[in-house]
């Protein structure tokens, strides 16, 4: 388990929920903990977090240990970039087509706090600030797809 004090520790290190009050971010955090929509998954190194194509409904944020990302492109894997503490992923799913637009593999012993949809759509309506930040984060992850020659749906 991981606890709401925790997971907003978490989600205050990333990008989209830095800017937020952390009280409010705890209080909700807590419930979202509770009800089991938000906790933490363990993974060992070569093990993916989830593969090119699944269907997705959960986010995760990097809480400690070190990740690859892949793309399948002409039958060949790309390297699209390595993700570390405070990085978060699996945005494109969760609110777009709910397919995932790669693979993610842990390189070391990984700790993630894996937040299902549900949680993700509380999160942003409670704080709308987040709700820019993340979708200009999904629109530049889409654009740096683009740019590698590679036709993937967000």
Known sequence: GISGIRAAELLVGTAVFKQVPVPALQRICALLCESGRACRILYK???????QGDAGDTLYVVESGHLEVTVQDRGKEKRLSY????DFFGEMAVLGDRRRTATVRAMTD???LALQEQAVTTLLREFPSATSIMLGIMVERQS????LGLNIAA
């Open 45 to 51: 190194p070569g093990s993916e977090v989830f593969h």
């Open 83 to 86: 993700l570390g503490p405070g």
């Open 110 to 112: 990984v700790s993630l």
């Open 144 to 147: 740096d797809l683009a740019g």
